[in-house]
C-alpha cells in the first residue's frame, strides 16, 4: 500500500482538483479526501451514496451542529452512444454551456483505465454561413478518441462510462496571483473543509458545537447528496462552501459582474435556491471587517448551490453560503484568484471561532 | 528501413513553435537549431520562406520543390482592457467554436504570457444568448495581471498562439495545435534528411513557406518557387479529414494513408506515376479528388514561371483550424515515404526530364 502524502494549500487544491470525480463518479475524490483528514481529529464516515462526513465533536457533549458543506462531484460527461465508426456520443453531466465544449479535451474512465479524446464537430471549412454564427449544440458534437470502428472504442469504452475535461492545473497572472483548472468547482471547497479540521487541530482549540464537515456527491446534477448530510445531522446551521460563477470582465456593468476576483469569498444573500438568514450573512460579513480579511456580498440573484437542499432539510437549517469568485465556472479553465483562497480560508476559521451560533 | 529520425517526435517539435502567419520569425532560431544538421544550406527568402537545401552532388542538378507551409492560424492582440482582458482578431480562418475556455500562449516583447479565453458563464446570460456564437472579436483573453503590468510587454499587433499540449490518442493518433501544416513539414525534412545525397535525382529544395493561412494570397509558396525555379514540385498540406457530419466525397478518412489529389490543377502524368510508384512501394494512399483549386499551395505554385509540374498530397486531418487538431501518425509516415519516393525515383526523373 503506498505511503499517504499528506499535501496542503495549493498543492492540496491541485491535487484534489486533479482527481477523476464527475458527477455520480465521486468516489476516487472521497478516497483521497478520506486519506488527508488522516491526521485530524474528526471520526470519519462513508454513506451509501459515498459522501464523506468528519465528525469533530465539541465540548461537553453540545447541544448544537454546525455543518460545513462542499460537494465532490465536478461536471463532466456520460457516453450515451458509439457509433458505427468509433466515435462517442455523449450528455452533460451538470450544466456546461455547449460553447465552452467544442475543441476541449476529455477524459473517460473505461475498464481498462483513461482514455483521452477530443470533443469536435466539423471543420470551419464545412460549416455553412448560418452554421459559423450559431453554437453547435452538444448532441450535435462527438468524441474523437481516435478509435478505428465500433468495435475499437468497445474495446476500451462502454455505454454509461463518464468523463471529466482534461486540464492542467496553471498557476499564472501578475506575482503568479491565478490558479486555472478543471473540477476548481469545488474541490475549492473541499480542501477549505480539510485545512480548516487541520487548524483546529493544530490550535488546539475545542469548539462548543459538534462540526460536520460533509463533502457531498451530485451537486452538479442538483439531486444532491447533501440532503442525506442534513438529514443524518439536523444542523442548526449550515456553512456552504462553493465557486461562484462571476463576471467581472470590462464591459460589464458592476450590478451584473456578480463579483470581483481577488475581493475576497462571496457571501450570497440571495440566490436561485436559497434566501440565507440574513443574521448569519450580517454577522458573517462583520467578523470578516473585525478580522480585516476580505470578503464581498454577492451583488447579483444568479446560480444555486447545496444550500437550497440543506436550508429546507427536516426542520430547516439556518445557512450561509461563501464561495470563491470564479470566472469560466462549468468549463476546462476555471480561474480563481489564490488570495480569495486564502481570504475564504481565514474567514471560515473566524467564522467558526467567534460567530454566536 | 531504419529511420534515424523519430517522425512523431520532429513533428511535436514543429508543431509547438509559435509560427502565427506574419510571425514565423519568431521561432527562427529554435527552427535552425532542429533542421540545420540535415541540409547542406538554409535560406531565407524576402517573403519569409525558409529553404532546406539537400544537394545530390551532380553536376548542373535539376531542382526539386517540396512545399510545406510552416506558418498556422493564431490571434493578434487589438486592444488591452482594465485588469488586463485583451481584445484579440484572427489570423487566417479561425474556428470561433473552439476559442471559449482554451488556452493560449500570448507572446510578448521579453515575456511569454498564459492566458485563458474568457467565456460569459451561463447563470448570467440572457436568454437565448447560448445559442448564438461570439464573433471572435467579443471575446476577451484573461492573463491575470493589471493592465498596466501588462502594457510593459503587450502592444497592439502583439502575436497569439495556442498553447502547445499534445495528447496521445489511440491507434498512433495525435491531438493539438500547429498539425496543420507543421506535421507535413516534418514529414518533408524526415523523408528529405534520411536518404543518401546519391540516391537523389536532384537537388532538394524543402521549402517552408509563410502567409498560406493569411486569406488564401499564398505569396510565400509563389514567390519562394519562383526563386527556386525547379522542375518539378511537390506540395504536402494537410487534406479535409472524414467525420460523422461531413460527406464522404468531400473528405479522406484517417489512416486511408496519404491523400493524392486528382484534379485540374495537379499534374496528371506525375500524379498517376507516383500513384503507381507507391502501390509498388506498398505504401498507403488514397484519391482526395477536387474539382478546382485544392485550396492548398499548389494553387500558386503550378503557375509559377512557365508553370511547373506540381503533385499534391494530403495528411487526413480532422478537427481543422483548432486547438487540437487530429492526425495519424501511420498517415504521416506513409506521406515521409511518398515524398521519399518522389524524390529519388528514377521512373519520376525521367517523367520530368524526358530528354536526359
Known amino acids: 500500500m503506498s505511503e499517504t502524502k499528506i499535501l496542503e494549500g495549493l498543492e492540496l487544491l491541485k491535487h484534489l482538483s486533479l482527481v477523476f470525480g464527475p458527477t455520480g463518479s465521486e468516489e476516487e475524490v472521497a478516497d483521497e479526501i478520506i486519506k488527508q483528514l488522516e491526521n485530524t481529529d474528526a471520526q470519519i464516515i462513508r454513506d451509501r451514496m459515498s459522501n464523506v462526513f468528519a465528525v469533530l465533536h465539541g465540548k461537553n457533549r453540545p447541544e448544537k451542529t454546525v455543518m460545513l458543506s462542499a460537494h465532490m462531484d465536478e461536471v463532466g460527461f456520460i457516453i450515451k452512444d458509439i457509433d458505427g465508426e468509433g466515435y462517442i456520443r455523449f450528455g452533460c453531466l451538470g450544466g456546461i454551456d455547449s460553447r465552452v465544449l467544442c475543441g476541449r479535451k476529455v477524459t473517460f474512465r473505461g475498464k481498462e483505465g483513461d482514455v483521452s479524446g477530443v470533443i469536435a464537430s466539423k471543420a470551419i471549412h464545412h460549416q455553412s454561413a448560418e452554421e459559423r454564427k450559431n453554437a453547435t449544440k452538444a448532441n450535435d458534437m462527438y468524441v474523437d478518441i481516435g478509435a478505428t470502428s465500433r468495435e475499437d472504442a468497445e474495446s476500451v469504452l462502454l455505454r454509461g462510462d463518464s468523463g471529466t475535461f482534461d486540464s492542467e492545473f496553471v498557476i499564472f497572472g501578475e506575482n503568479d496571483g491565478y490558479a486555472k483548472c478543471k473540477a476548481l468547482d469545488d474541490r475549492l471547497g473541499c480542501v477549505v473543509m480539510i485545512e480548516t479540521l487541520r487548524r483546529i487541530k493544530e490550535e488546539g482549540i475545542e469548539l462548543p458545537f459538534d462540526l460536520v464537515c460533509a463533502f457531498t456527491v451530485r451537486e452538479e446534477i442538483g439531486i444532491s447528496g447533501a440532503t442525506a448530510a442534513a438529514h443524518r445531522f439536523r444542523p442548526d446551521y449550515a456553512i456552504v462552501l462553493e465557486t461562484t460563477a462571476i463576471a467581472d470582465l470590462p464591459d460589464v456593468p458592476k450590478n451584473s459582474r456578480v463579483s470581483e476576483v481577488g475581493n475576497g469569498g462571496v457571501v450570497s444573500l440571495m440566490d436561485r435556491s436559497t434566501i440565507y438568514n440574513r443574521d448569519f450573512v450580517d454577522g458573517a460579513m462583520k467578523i470578516a471587517e473585525e478580522n480585516g480579511i476580505p470578503a464581498q456580498i454577492k451583488r447579483y440573484v444568479s446560480g444555486g448551490n447545496d444550500a437550497g437542499h440543506i436550508h429546507k432539510t427536516a426542520d430547516g437549517t439556518r445557512c450561509l453560503a461563501i464561495s470563491a469568485p470564479t470566472r469560466y465556472l462549468h468549463s476546462a479553465s476555471c480561474v480563481i484568484s489564490i488570495k480569495d483562497f486564502e481570504s475564504i480560508k481565514s474567514h471560515v476559521y473566524a467564522i467558526l471561532t467567534s460567530y454566536q451560533f | ?356
Not at chain 2, 28 to 33: A, P, S, T, V
Not at chain 2, 267 to 284: G, M, N, Q, S, Y
Not at chain 2, 307 to 324: A, F, K, Q
Request: glycine share 8%.
Open chain 2, 1 to 356: 528501413m531504419e529511420h534515424k529520425i523519430d517522425l512523431t517526435e520532429l513533428t511535436l517539435s514543429l508543431a509547438s513553435l509559435m509560427s502565427v502567419t506574419g510571425h514565423t520569425r519568431y521561432s527562427k532560431d529554435k527552427l535552425l537549431e532542429l533542421v540545420s544538421p540535415y541540409f547542406d544550406e538554409i535560406r531565407e527568402t524576402r517573403l519569409g520562406c525558409y529553404h532546406l537545401i539537400r544537394r545530390c552532388g551532380k553536376e548542373n542538378a535539376q531542382k526539386i520543390l517540396v512545399d510545406a507551409h510552416f506558418d498556422e492560424i493564431g490571434m493578434i492582440v487589438t486592444e488591452i482592457k482594465e485588469k488586463g482582458f485583451l481584445t484579440v482578431t484572427s489570423i487566417g480562418g479561425m474556428d470561433t467554436r473552439i476559442l471559449q475556455a482554451s488556452e493560449v500562449i500570448i507572446y510578448g516583447e521579453g515575456r511569454e504570457i498564459y492566458g485563458v479565453v474568457g467565456s460569459t458563464p451561463p447563470h448570467l446570460q440572457k436568454p437565448g444568448e447560448s445559442g448564438k456564437l461570439k464573433d471572435i472579436t467579443e471575446l476577451l483573453i484573461d492573463t491575470g495581471y493589471s493592465k498596466e503590468e501588462l502594457e510593459k510587454y503587450v502592444s497592439i499587433g502583439t502575436p497569439i498562439g495556442f498553447r502547445p499540449v499534445y495528447t496521445k490518442l489511440r491507434n498512433n493518433k495525435i491531438a493539438g495545435k500547429g498539425f496543420d501544416d507543421k506535421a507535413c513539414a516534418a514529414a518533408a525534412i524526415a523523408a528529405v534528411a534520411e536518404i543518401p545525397a546519391d540516391e537523389l535525382w536532384g537537388d532538394v529544395y524543402v521549402q517552408l513557406s509563410n502567409f498560406e493561412e493569411a486569406g488564401g494570397f499564398m505569396s510565400g509558396a509563389q514567390t519562394g518557387a519562383y526563386e527556386v525555379n525547379p522542375i518539378c514540385a511537390i506540395v504536402a498540406d494537410v487534406d479535409l479529414g472524414s467525420t460523422p457530419d461531413t460527406k464522404k466525397s468531400e473528405t479522406v478518412p484517417l489512416d486511408g494513408g496519404v491523400s493524392l489529389s486528382t484534379g485540374p490543377i495537379t499534374d496528371k502524368r506525375l500524379t498517376a506515376l507516383l500513384r503507381k510508384l507507391a502501390d509498388e512501394k506498398e505504401i498507403k494512399h488514397q484519391m482526395s479528388v477536387t474539382a478546382g483549386g485544392t485550396g492548398t499551395n499548389t494553387m500558386v505554385v503550378n503557375l509559377v514561371r512557365n508553370g511547373i509540374p506540381t503533385v499534391d498530397i494530403g495528411l487526413p486531418l480532422r478537427s481543422m483550424h483548432t486547438s487540437n487538431e487530429v492526425i495519424s501518425m501511420n498517415d504521416a509516415a506513409a506521406m515521409r515515404d511518398i515524398i521519399a519516393l518522389f524524390v529519388t525515383s528514377p521512373e519520376i526523373e525521367k517523367e520530368v526530364c524526358p530528354n536526359e
